[in-house]
């Protein structure tokens, strides 16, 4: 049950438009394609993105909506705030960051969708609406 207060939220992130510009679940391995260097990187993403990304990918993801309570929680205190990003991207050794530029799924989550990121991650191009950000942590 923890996880059904989860789902909603991520569900309407993962459909959401900016300017006209669909995220679709979808698109998002698309977005990741180029970044893809056959050592299966580890994507934080909005849950809803998770299975797609895992369907059509190598990557490997921190969560997806029929996971467990602990992985969800990291993914919702991934986009909460920065001083838990750094946190859970350096205990779940996040390689990648992917949302979509009109996601509001949490403070920092929201700042990361619209550009605004801290040192410790880099703005890779993306395409397709979303943002995409390589961890650079260790």
Known sequence: LPMVAVIPAHRAAANATTAGRSCGW??????????????????????????????????????????????????QDFFRDETAARRVAAARHVDLVLLCGSDRSGPFGDALASGRHPDWLEPLPAGSGFQLYRVALR
């Open 26 to 75: 979808d698109q998002a391995s698309q977005a990741l394609k180029p970044y893809q260097d056959g050592k299966a990187p580890i994507v934080m993403a909005p849950v809803w993105y998770g299975p797609e990304i895992l369907w059509r990918s190598d990557f490997r993801v921190v969560g997806v909506p029929y996971e467990i309570p602990s992985a969800l929680g990291d993914v």
